[in-house]
């Protein structure tokens, strides 16, 4: 029986649309200092990782078009010490607010994410802190994603079963693959630039797909809970619009 439903940070709870389109052009811009590099390669190699299942979609752009091991570590650095200095501000995802409202209902909502404590402050300042049941964030932890022993300690400490939990998250190789390893049911979104990543193995296939956070209902929930993996999408949308018209 379903009691905890576990969020992934970005893509789920924050939207990373701008961070994307922040990367994408930082990256260009120091690829730029090598070869000429434009902004739609930048895309394309972005493209490439997540059908590649690649951890961190920037370096993998960075390691394909910058080869001596010197200037790509360096350029890493430049990265990253350029991104901390943007100070880019969270932005909740469409529908947050009302996904917390109803699963809360009914389920204990908690955090599955690699983000640090910064995320707890800002659900605090959007007062979204209320809905949740267990708020840890990555740096206690030693293991992270795709890990799924990060996955274990969070719920050992939430005091939850991996069978009684759902996770959502919006990336097949972080958040559904290790999800099924431990037998948590689970729901992937089609968000960002991961929408379009693919199960390769049975293993990597998540219970349910949605576009939304929308589309999370207290009773999407109670049919998974029931049904369990390889949930048949198109009969639960065809009982789904006939509930609607009645």
């Given at each position: 029986?379903?009691?905890?439903?576990?969020?992934?940070?970005?893509?789920?709870?924050?939207?990373?649309?701008?961070?994307?389109?922040?990367?994408?052009?930082?990256?260009?811009?120091?690829?730029?200092?090598?070869?000429?590099?434009?902004?739609?390669?930048?895309?394309?190699?972005?493209?490439?990782?997540?059908?590649?299942?690649?951890?961190?979609?920037?370096?993998?752009?960075?390691?394909?078009?910058?080869?001596?091991?010197?200037?790509?570590?360096?350029?890493?650095?430049e990265f990253k010490t350029i991104w901390k200095e943007l100070k880019m501000e969270y932005k909740p995802m469409i529908g947050l607010e009302d996904l917390?409202?109803?699963?809360?209902?009914?389920?204990?909502?908690?955090?599955?994410?690699?983000?640090?404590?910064?995320?707890?402050?800002?659900?605090?300042?959007?007062?979204?802190?209320?809905?949740?049941?267990?708020?840890?964030?990555?740096?206690?932890?030693e293991t992270t994603k795709p890990d799924p022993r990060y996955y274990l300690e969070i719920l050992k400490n939430a005091n939850m079963k991996p069978e009684?939990?759902?996770?959502?998250?919006?990336?097949?190789?972080?958040?559904?693959?290790?999800?099924?390893?431990?037998?948590?049911?689970?729901?992937?979104?089609?968000?960002?630039?991961?929408?379009?990543?693919?199960?390769?193995?049975?293993?990597?296939?998540?219970?349910?797909?949605?576009?939304?956070?929308?589309?999370?209902?207290?009773?999407?929930?109670?049919?998974?809970?029931?049904?369990?993996?390889?949930?048949?999408?198109?009969?639960?949308?065809?009982?789904?619009?006939?509930?609607?018209?009645?």
């Open positions: 029986m379903i009691e905890a439903i576990f969020l992934d940070a970005g893509g789920v709870i924050l939207d990373e649309s701008s961070f994307d389109i922040a990367k994408a052009e930082i990256i260009t811009n120091i690829i730029n200092k090598n070869k000429d590099y434009n902004i739609n390669e930048y895309w394309n190699d972005t493209n490439e990782a997540v059908f590649r299942f690649v951890s961190s979609t920037y370096e993998y752009v960075l390691y394909k078009n910058i080869k001596n091991h010197e200037k790509c570590k360096n350029a890493l650095i917390l409202k109803s699963l809360s209902k009914n389920y204990k909502i908690g955090i599955l994410g690699q983000y640090d404590a910064s995320l707890v402050e800002f659900l605090k300042i959007q007062k979204l802190d209320v809905y949740f049941s267990f708020m840890e964030t990555q740096e206690k932890y009684n939990c759902i996770m959502i998250g919006d990336r097949i190789d972080k958040d559904i693959y290790p999800a099924n390893v431990i037998n948590m049911k689970n729901i992937r979104i089609k968000t960002g630039i991961h929408k379009n990543q693919e199960p390769r193995i049975f293993i990597e296939i998540p219970n349910y797909t949605v576009e939304s956070l929308s589309e999370i209902t207290n009773e999407l929930i109670e049919e998974i809970d029931k049904n369990g993996f390889n949930l048949d999408q198109n009969l639960w949308k065809r009982k789904n619009l006939t509930t609607a018209s009645t």
